[in-house]
Structures are given as C-alpha cells and as structure tokens.
C-alpha cells in the first residue's frame, strides 16, 4: 500500500489552523497512525484508528477520515509544533509510511 | 510502560557487517510482532524487516536488503535482532525497533556504511 502526504512542507503563523492530509492507495478502513517527528529523535505517537489521539496528547491536534482519504489538523499552531508529521497505516504488514508533511513557523 | 532499546550501531566500510540489538521491557515482547524500520539522512522512514511474535516466526524483508539482512529475535531474552551482511553505502541510516502494534519505537541506532 502506498501512502501520499501532501503538502510535503508549509508554514504557518502561530495561532493559525494547519491541515495536511494523507492518501492511502487502497482502501485501509481507518487503520491509520499519525506520527510527528523533531530533529534527532524517533517518532512519536500522536493519534491511533485515524481519530483516536494518544494519551496525553494537546486537543489541538486531530484526526478524521476512513478509506483512503484521511487529514489531519492543528487547531491552533504552536511553536513546539514544529516538526515532521508522517502518516502510517496498519491495515496489513508492512506498515508504509508517508513522505511526511513538513511543518514549520512563519 | 513500553520501553525499546537499540544497540549496535557503528561505522562500517562497504561490504561489512553489522548485528543490532533491541531490548524489551514492559510488555509480553512474545505476542508482538516487532519490526525494523529505517530513516536515512533527510530522508523518510522505510520499513526494513518485520517479525511475528511466536509459533510460526513468520518475518518478511524489503526487497533491497533481500538477501543481506536478517530479522530475528529471542523472546526468552526479550530480544530482536538485525543482522546486516555486504553493506552498501546507501543501508546508512538510523535503524528503529519499533513494536508493530501501539507504536512504541526506541531511540534508534545510527549505522554508517562508508569507506
């Protein structure tokens, strides 16, 4: 299965809603992680099941969409929001990932 | 709480091995499939080998590392494995262990293939 993000970067204003998206090239039900990567570290967690966010994650973020066709939106861009955003599925081994979504700070 | 570390990494010339290690705690590792993944520099994250957890230790390769890399694992000592054979400049990258379900992953070990 092949995962396309797009954009593949934007920049925003603090305070400014963000919303990126993902194409899965099969349907993959809602089987889909969405991860945020900083610098020199692994990726984090952010939500699960395409909507459902982790424990302990800022409300800002969110998820929705089922199939193939899925987006994910900040609310209320933060500083630390920066970062690599890469979309996972899990309908099925391997788990591919996106190309990523590449946020940063106007 | 899940917890996954990696060792191993090294730089190794074109043509060299290489073994990494994983080490698990906080969950029964035997149930998981567990998986390696990879992320060269700037680059994206590619999926290397992926194992299932017990019975039938089904595993898979991608196919540019057919052939050289081997996945494995001891579920007596909580334990994955990558055993990287005929390195090639571009399997430099940092090498995840990631728990397939739940997506727990360790901290990654850099491996640097280069003469």
Same mark, same amino acid.
């Given at each position: 299965i092949e995962m396309t993000q797009s954009p593949s970067s934007l920049s925003a204003s603090v305070g400014d809603r963000v919303t990126f998206t993902c194409q899965a @090239?099969?349907? #993959?039900?809602?089987y889909l992680n969405w991860y945020v990567q900083k610098p020199g570290k692994a990726p984090k967690l952010l #939500?699960?099941?395409?909507?459902i966010p982790e424990?302990?994650?800022? @409300?800002r973020f969110s998820g929705s969409g089922s199939g193939t066709h899925f987006t994910f939106t900040i609310t209320s861009l933060q500083p630390e929001d920066i970062g690599t955003y890469y979309c996972q599925h899990y309908?099925?081994?391997?788990p591919t990932f996106g190309g990523g979504t590449k946020v940063e700070i106007e | 709480q899940v917890h996954l570390v990696e060792s191993g990494g090294a730089l190794v010339k074109p043509g060299g091995s290489l073994r990494l290690s994983c080490t698990a705690s906080?969950?029964?590792?035997?149930?998981y499939y567990m998986a390696w993944i990879r992320q060269a520099p700037g680059k994206g994250l590619e999926w290397v080998a992926y194992m299932s957890?017990?019975?039938?230790?089904y595993f898979k390769h991608t196919e540019s590392v057919k052939g050289r890399f081997t996945i494995s694992r001891d579920n007596a000592k909580n334990s994955l494995f990558l055993q990287m054979n005929s390195?090639? %400049?571009?399997?430099t990258a940092v090498y995840y262990c990631v728990? %397939?379900?739940?997506?727990f992953w360790g901290q990654g070990a850099l491996v640097t293939v280069s003469s």
């Open positions: @090239s099969q349907d #993959i039900t809602n #939500i699960y099941d395409a909507s424990t302990g994650v800022p @409300s309908d099925h081994l391997p | 906080g969950f029964n590792f035997s149930e957890g017990s019975d039938d230790y390195l090639r %400049v571009e399997d728990r %397939v379900s739940g997506g």
